[in-house]
């Protein structure tokens, strides 16, 4: 009991690097393992997945095709969410490709306390974000009036900002002294923050996953059973038969934006339970590591630790599944600015210069113009052809007029010749 309580220090920074360990030694170099190799690859491949993944988020739900079935406010936070996601897969996880080989850390010291304040910041920020949607869908399902006219655009940046903000500097506070980072040799095989209690590790767990757990399921949870409700209320009165049309119409609109909101509240439940599935155990394990005070296998360690860091991936993920917009403009957008395909037959290249696609565009838009007016000259000609021939069948079918009646004029301004002399013998007589 008097080891647990007592005040741990973090193993020297010095004795796992490799200027120490001289990684080019040839009794070094045999030290390299094919689990070694293993871990490396799959460092590798989910670096490369949560970069290439997050980035396709930020590109889809930010250009002019996407916005239209997305607010702006959960735009930003998914936005938030997968730029801080794209800075886990960038500063993070990458740099443990090197000491998965070697088992050593190769980049000194500074960069040691730097990566272990970015990898406790941004994984604190992600579930913060979570609480902000989650919150920002429990206001929007529960208290629409309220929440369209108090929420705007800068106070999504504003709070945002003032998490971020908020993130960076408890982290700070705990890493930046001498002693608050380590390098993490069985787990995150990179530099993390150093808790010089057993108490602090397992408070520090426990306000990472339970509030954010809790938050999560309750707005969720009431959001959806209350919309539910809601929705057969608005349903049932819109199909009531003393009901005027108009009033109909409009809670139709009503049930359809209801319903597009679940649409978004559903897709962003479904990454917060993809949250707490990753992290679970490797909170877990944090908990009882600490309050046993044995230390976890390091198979164990890493499966569990990468787990935990592949939510990065698993967001954008869950969200091109369960959104078929996503998918779909995705789709577009890679081939039309990745691949450089058009959506023709032929799936032709548009790769060209920009000097002859102006030139295409120009030459395609004054060949609409001119047909545009041929048709509509060509059109004029023929109703006026028409309208001369249906007054000259009808004086040859109905015979003489009458006196006081005018003489038709067709419309370019000509008298019909047969009314003259139809009028010059009515006069005679």
Same mark, same amino acid.
């Given at each position: 009991m008097d080891q647990k309580n007592s005040w741990l220090t973090p193993p020297p920074l010095m004795n796992s690097s490799c200027s120490h360990s001289r990684p080019l030694s040839e009794d070094y170099i045999n030290t390299v393992t094919l689990w070694g190799l293993t871990q490396a690859l799959l460092i590798l491949l989910l670096s490369a997945g949560i970069l290439g993944a997050n980035l396709l988020v930020i590109f889809v739900i930010n250009s @002019?095709? #996407?916005?239209? #079935?997305?607010?702006?406010?959960?735009?930003?936070?998914?936005?938030?969410?997968?730029?801080?996601?794209?800075?886990?897969?960038?500063?993070?996880?990458?740099?443990?490709?090197?000491?998965?080989?070697?088992?050593?850390?190769?980049?000194?010291?500074?960069?040691?306390?730097?990566?272990?304040?970015?990898?406790?910041?941004?994984?604190?920020?992600?579930?913060?974000?979570?609480?902000?949607?989650?919150?920002?869908?429990?206001?929007?399902?529960?208290?629409?009036?309220? #929440?369209?006219?108090?929420?705007?655009?800068?106070?999504? /940046? /504003?709070?945002?900002s003032l998490t971020w903000v908020t993130s960076v500097t408890l982290f700070a506070v705990m890493v930046l002294p001498r002693g608050g980072y380590y390098f993490n040799s069985t787990g995150l095989l990179a530099c993390d923050p150093f808790f010089s209690r057993a108490s602090l590790r397992i408070l520090a767990s426990c306000l990472f996953y339970f509030p954010t757990t809790m938050i999560l399921m309750y707005c969720y949870?009431?959001?959806?059973? /209350?919309?539910?409700?809601?929705?057969?209320?608005?349903?049932?009165?819109?199909?009531?038969?003393?009901?005027?049309?108009?009033?109909?119409?409009?809670?139709?609109?009503?049930?359809?934006?209801? @319903?597009?909101?679940?649409?978004?509240?559903?897709?962003?439940?479904?990454?917060?339970?993809?949250?707490?599935?990753?992290?679970?155990?490797?909170?877990?394990?944090?908990?009882?590591?600490?309050?046993?005070?044995?230390?976890?296998?390091?198979?164990?360690?890493?499966?569990?630790?990468?787990?935990?860091?592949?939510?990065?991936?698993?967001?954008?993920?869950? #969200?091109?599944?369960?959104?078929?917009?996503?998918?779909?403009?995705?789709?577009?957008?890679?081939?039309?600015?990745?691949?450089? @395909?058009?959506?023709?037959?032929?799936?032709?290249?548009?790769?060209?210069?920009?000097?002859?696609?102006?030139?295409?565009?120009q030459m395609a838009a004054g060949r609409n113009d001119f047909e545009g007016l041929s048709e509509k000259y060509w059109g004029e000609i023929l109703e006026r052809t028409v309208s001369s021939n249906s007054l000259q069948a009808l004086q040859r079918v109905y015979g003489h007029p009458h006196a006081n009646a005018r003489p038709p004029v067709i419309p370019n301004g000509t008298v019909v010749r047969e009314m003259r002399l139809f009028e010059s013998a009515d006069e005679d007589v």
């Open positions: @002019r095709r #996407y916005s239209k #079935y997305i607010h702006a406010q959960p735009r930003y936070l998914l936005t938030s969410l997968a730029s801080n996601d794209f800075a886990i897969g960038l500063f993070v996880t990458p740099f443990g490709f090197l000491p998965a080989v070697y088992h050593c850390w190769p980049y000194g010291e500074i960069f040691c306390q730097i990566q272990s304040l970015l990898r406790g910041a941004l994984s604190q920020q992600s579930a913060v974000i979570l609480i902000c949607m989650a919150i920002d869908r429990y206001m929007c399902m529960l208290y629409p009036a309220r #929440y369209h006219r108090h929420s705007s655009k800068k106070v999504c /940046v /504003v709070v945002i949870g009431s959001a959806f059973h /209350v919309n539910k409700l809601r929705l057969k209320r608005v349903v049932c009165s819109a199909l009531a038969p003393h009901e005027e049309m108009g009033t109909a119409g409009v809670e139709s609109l009503v049930v359809q934006e209801r @319903r597009l909101s679940a649409n978004a509240s559903r897709t962003m439940a479904a990454m917060s339970l993809g949250f707490i599935v990753m992290v679970t155990p490797w909170t877990i394990q944090e908990v009882v590591a600490a309050c046993t005070g044995t230390k976890v296998p390091a198979f164990i360690d890493f499966l569990v630790t990468w787990f935990a860091l592949s939510n990065s991936f698993w967001n954008p993920f869950l #969200y091109w599944l369960l959104n078929n917009h996503f998918r779909r403009i995705s789709k577009e957008l890679l081939l039309t600015k990745v691949f450089c @395909r058009r959506k023709n037959k032929d799936k032709s290249q548009c790769c060209s210069s920009s000097s002859s696609v102006m030139s295409s565009h």
